[in-house]
């Protein structure tokens, strides 16, 4: 049953990956959540017993894909970033794969993507662009491309600090999706084994944002949505063609956008806030795209970057000035909001809410419920970061929390720990 549920979760092929597999941001449907049942959220202050620790992956903000027996990150040393692979059960390192240079910034440097394992590859983007595609077992470069020379990418100038290239690869049974911005095409299509451009999306040219697509069908009609600082937009996996834009104006933009049937939910920060947007298809194929919620709707889930889960009808996810909140989806009211835990990133698994605060790399474990904040239990990683906090940020515990194979994996920049979500 469990097989069963986390296929049809899939909205596009990863051929390999088993049931409890995390095998790119956001999990196996790319939007949070895990279909693993019989967690452990019982413990001491100190947490659920801790695996394995290793403090070996130098700056960046990566979360792991996880397929079968082994564990994928990026990572860096003084001058270059990495795909880093690990043995998932103990920590050991299998290989690590170059990307290119090292992308630093006064906020914090290092690469931000999550690797997407597909089959025998794996996909993994840099910070500064370059996208390689490499063997999951040897770490092998099969091909790679970068964004800004090879595809005329342009990263984002409307804004600082720019972060470079976040965005984490989505891959289906033929294709790599990948945002490189700019007047040749926001999107790109390359072919998964090659990497040869199959589409680059003429009609749609913003620069690019920090945000990682997704895949839906709407009406039959499956699609990408991605979302940049001055659009959401649909467009047709095969040939890049627009199905529909919906102006959006925000500075920064980084959480994945959340759909269900012919609804699109966005969210950013900076007093930008929410939108839902409705679709609806029209006679020549494309589709109408409406905004659902109104201004005061708007401001009521003002989601940075840690991400939202969507259950049923309810959306979850931290809000900046609020809190942690739950909103209904389709009329935006808020079922409850509360400040009893910092700003963070978000996974579900099990029921419950696992929520990372990014001050002090706080863990707290929420029923996942519209009832109201419901905390079980929290603790703090057993392995900070001993590296200096940015002076700019000193808040930077930046990277998603993953559970797979009864795992709970928290990285904070160089530290990675592995927790027991299985044991007594």
Avoid at 87 to 113: D, H, V
Avoid at 323 to 337: H, R
Avoid at 360 to 367: H, P, S, Y
Avoid at 382 to 407: C, D, F, L, T, Y
């Amino acid at each position: 049953m469990r097989f069963c549920f986390a296929l049809l979760a899939l909205p596009f092929a990863l051929v390999a990956a088993l049931a409890d597999d995390w095998p790119q941001f956001r999990g196996p449907g790319r939007n949070g959540t895990s279909a693993e049942k019989g967690l452990m959220t019982g413990w001491n202050k100190e947490g659920p017993p801790v695996l394995w620790k290793i403090d070996t992956l130098g700056m960046g903000y990566s979360a792991p894909a996880v397929v079968g027996d082994t564990l994928y990150i990026l990572g860096s040393d003084d001058q270059t970033e990495y795909l880093i692979a690990l043995e998932a059960a103990t920590g050991k390192k299998r290989f690590e794969t170059p990307l290119g240079e090292l992308y630093s910034n006064p906020w914090g440097g290092g690469p931000r993507g999550t690797p997407t394992v597909d089959g025998q590859r794996v996909y993994a983007l840099g910070a500064k662009g370059g996208l390689v595609c490499a063997d999951a077992k040897t770490g092998k470069t099969l091909w790679k491309v970068d964004l800004v020379a090879d595809l005329g990418g342009v990263l984002k100038t409307y804004a600082y600090p720019n972060w470079g290239y976040v965005e984490s690869p989505l891959v289906d049974d033929k294709h790599v999706y990948i945002t490189p911005g700019g007047p040749k095409g926001t999107m790109a299509a390359l072919d998964k084994k090659t990497g040869k451009v199959v589409w680059r999306s003429t009609e749609w040219t913003d620069e690019i944002d920090y945000v990682s697509p997704i895949k839906h069908t709407v009406a039959g009609t499956p699609m990408l949505i991605q979302m940049t600082g001055a659009h959401v937009a649909g467009l047709t996996p095969a040939e890049g063609k627009i199905l529909w834009k919906f102006p959006r104006e925000a500075k920064i933009t980084i959480s994945s956008p959340l759909a269900k049937g012919n609804l699109v939910f966005v969210a950013s920060s900076y007093t930008v806030g929410c939108d839902l947007i409705r679709l609806t298809p029209k006679d020549d194929g494309t589709f109408e795209a409406k905004a659902v919620y109104d201004e005061a709707k708007r401001k009521l889930m003002q989601n940075h970057h840690g991400g939202m889960i969507l259950l049923e009808d309810y959306v979850y996810g931290y809000s900046d000035s609020r809190g942690w909140s739950c909103l209904q989806l389709e009329s935006g009211e808020v079922a409850w909001k509360s400040m009893k835990l910092g700003k963070g990133s978000v996974v579900y698994a099990d029921g419950h809410l696992w929520c990372y605060a990014e001050e002090d790399g706080t863990l707290a474990v929420l029923e996942a419920s519209p009832r109201g904040y419901q905390e079980k239990r929290r603790f703090r990683i057993a392995q900070p970061s001993k590296r200096p906090r940015p002076e700019r940020n000193k808040s930077n515990v930046w990277p998603h929390p993953v559970i797979a194979h009864g795992k709970l994996y928290l990285r904070d920049q160089e530290s990675l720990v592995c927790y027991n979500l299985k044991g007594k």
